[in-house]
């Protein structure tokens, strides 16, 4: 037994404690940490066996570590037991400081519950501290970071979090240890306790490492993945900032977009779409929402041309809570663009001039007219209409007429297609070889019926009343839409002449004398056979005449086809376009007063040469 008389003993013991304390520290993993606790029970202080049970994640408590008994080891380690039998046994058991005592007398029981245990029977104890096998002596251990009991606080172990358990048996001095051995135990479990608990935190720290490590490898893939997808991907590609005063500035471009617009990457991160935007599709970009977000429109070139993309958006972000971007997929559709232009202008032109054909003619010409009466016009809006056109034409066919394109000449080379434009083929909308005044209706991206400009822009985002002279021949001022209805004379002896090639020649030449013959924005379309129909605006009725003079004049010189030169003549009937009138009855009007001026004019100016 220990007393007060025996300091070198309570040395002897001091010194190893401290050192089986130190070895804790050397252990570099939680189960060699678990192990060197059991160990250092049966080596620092005196029993024969001592095991280490940890508490689990849920709360049971597994045999992690055993010293003494290779046998004992081989059948218990790794067993589990309820937290409920052991709450059973620590609350039953007699309070030694921190540690937990079950005499023999009251452990029998406890031999059915699913706690662990390893004993051997012995014979009854012959003095009162003798040690019985069927003894308990247990030695939580709890977490560091809530301290110990203090006198008069909670009992030991209250409010504080268990993280397991030392059992001890067999002291090799056959007695139960007393205040010293105790005290010495109760140490070990509270400083075992700490090194268990740094144990976890480094097991926890290097999982947390490798895990990070994994996750910032699969970043880098991925970042990689991302960059070799963003630079190598076939089309274009732009990330751009969101928000702030630089919100859609390009940050970065790929190969493929530089390419498409002919700009180094260096100079693209000067400008947003915004800056390459063609003007007429500003609006359509400032509507293209950010996330998932479409649109077609033009992005400018470094040449000053322009190419048709199609536009795809995407919002992504650094990290959960990092600045946001603007990924943007730039796909080139020119050629699709091309295509459909293609198309649609073969449905809305005649296949042989190129001209507009009936239906282009008659939406034109109803997107000019609506259902109130002329009547019902204003003076302020018939001369504000006026006022309108001449500001942007220079006035009618007069002084503005000769000033813009000379004397009118229908033989004079490189006019622009007015209202319809030609190739250089001779199929599909075109003006035949040998017409180099001719051009392609392809070289413009977009028409605009009579040449205004679209909905919402300029003068015209609003409807304009049309208004017709209302002196007939003679000229009031009115200036309205004039329908001049244009009839060859002598083309069907043409035809029956010299053959159908011949007559296609022959049309081919009228309509382009005639789109050369007027100003930009008129319109030439060819309504069938041989009949032309002109739409030009901003015209009294001098003016109309005028012109109706002057396109007959282009038409009346001879036509060289084959080395054969035939002649037309031509008749044209004068009508106007007014708000009220249908599109039928507008057509009709300027067919009847062709007829009459036809019938009106002497056989010799009609005849064919």
């Known amino acids: 037994m220990e007393t007060e008389s025996e300091p070198y003993v309570r040395l002897s013991t001091l010194r190893q404690l401290h050192q089986v304390v130190a070895d804790l520290n050397t252990a570099r993993s939680l189960a060699d940490t678990l192990q060197t606790v059991a160990d250092g029970v049966v080596a620092g202080l005196n029993y024969e066996l001592a095991c280490v049970n940890l508490v689990r994640p849920d709360g049971d408590l597994v045999v992690a570590a055993f010293a003494g008994s290779s046998a004992a080891e081989a059948l218990i380690t790794g067993r589990v037991g309820s937290r409920a039998s052991w709450d059973r046994r620590l609350s039953m058991a007699t309070a030694w ?42 030695a939580p251990m709890y977490s560091p970071r809530l301290g110990s009991a203090r006198p008069g606080g909670p009992p ?63 970043l880098r893939a991925s970042e990689e993945s991302f960059r070799q997808a963003f630079e190598y991907a076939p089309s274009g590609m732009a990330i751009a900032e969101m928000g702030g005063d630089q919100h859609g500035r390009l940050l970065r471009t790929n190969d493929a977009l530089c390419r498409l617009l002919g700009r180094p990457a260096a100079a693209m991160r000067r400008y947003s779409f915004a800056d390459l935007v063609h003007p007429e599709d500003i609006g359509t970009l400032l509507r293209t929402s950010a996330e998932g977000g479409r649109a077609e429109l033009r992005l400018g070139r470094r040449d000053g041309t322009y190419v048709w993309v199609s536009l795809r958006n995407s919002v992504v972000a650094d990290a959960a809570d990092g600045p946001r971007f603007l990924l943007t997929h730039v796909e080139d559709i020119e050629e ?61 066919y007069g002084t503005g007429y000769e000033s813009g394109y000379g004397q009118g000449n229908a033989d004079q080379p490189g006019h622009p297609a007015h209202g319809a434009g030609y190739d250089s083929t001779g199929s599909g909308g075109s003006g035949g070889p040998g017409h180099s005044g001719y051009e392609s209706p392809y070289e413009h991206e977009h028409e605009h019926g009579f040449g205004f400009e679209p909905a919402g822009v300029g003068p015209y985002d609003h409807h304009v009343h049309m208004v017709a002279p209302s002196g007939g021949d003679i000229d009031d001022g009115t200036k309205g839409l004039a329908v001049l209805f244009c009839d060859l004379d002598g083309f069907k002896s043409i035809n029956d002449r010299f053959g159908h090639h ?72 004068i009508g106007w376009a007014e708000c009220g009138m249908t599109v039928e009855e507008v057509l009709n009007s300027a067919d009847q007063r062709m007829y009459v001026e036809k019938r009106s004019r002497a056989k010799v100016h009609r005849r064919a040469g």
């Open 97 to 138: 400081g921190d540690l937990r005592f079950i005499p023999h007398t009251e452990g029998w029981v406890l031999m059915e519950d699913d706690v662990p245990q390893w004993h051997t029977d012995g014979p009854a104890p012959r003095f009162e501290d003798e040690w019985h096998p069927h003894d308990r002596l247990y």
């Open 156 to 218: 030991p172990g209250s409010g504080r979090e268990l993280l397991g358990v030392i059992s001890v048996d067999r002291p090799r001095n056959g007695r139960h240890p007393g205040p010293w051995g105790q005290e010495a135990l109760q140490m070990y479990a509270s400083q075992s306790a700490i090194a268990i608990s740094n144990a976890r935190l480094r097991s926890n720290m290097q999982r947390a490492l490798v895990r990070l490590e994994r996750e910032q490898q699969a």
């Open 336 to 396: 699709r663009k091309r295509h459909e232009l293609q198309l649609a202008h073969r449905a809305s032109h005649d296949a042989l001039t190129g001209l507009p054909n009936s239906a282009e003619l008659r939406s034109r010409l109803s997107a000019r007219l609506c259902e109130r009466p002329a009547a019902h016009v204003s003076v302020d809006q018939a001369a504000g209409y006026g006022g309108v056109y001449e500001s942007g034409r220079d006035g009618g």
């Open 502 to 573: 011949t007559g296609d020649a022959v049309l081919i030449e009228v309509a382009r004398r005639l789109t050369t013959g007027v100003r930009d924005g008129d319109t030439v379309a060819r309504l069938g056979g041989d009949e032309f129909v002109v739409l030009a605006d901003g015209l009294g009725a001098a003016d109309a005449a005028d012109l109706a003079v002057r396109l007959r004049n282009a038409i009346i010189p001879p036509i060289r086809v084959d080395g054969r030169a035939v002649r037309v003549g031509a008749s044209f009937g």
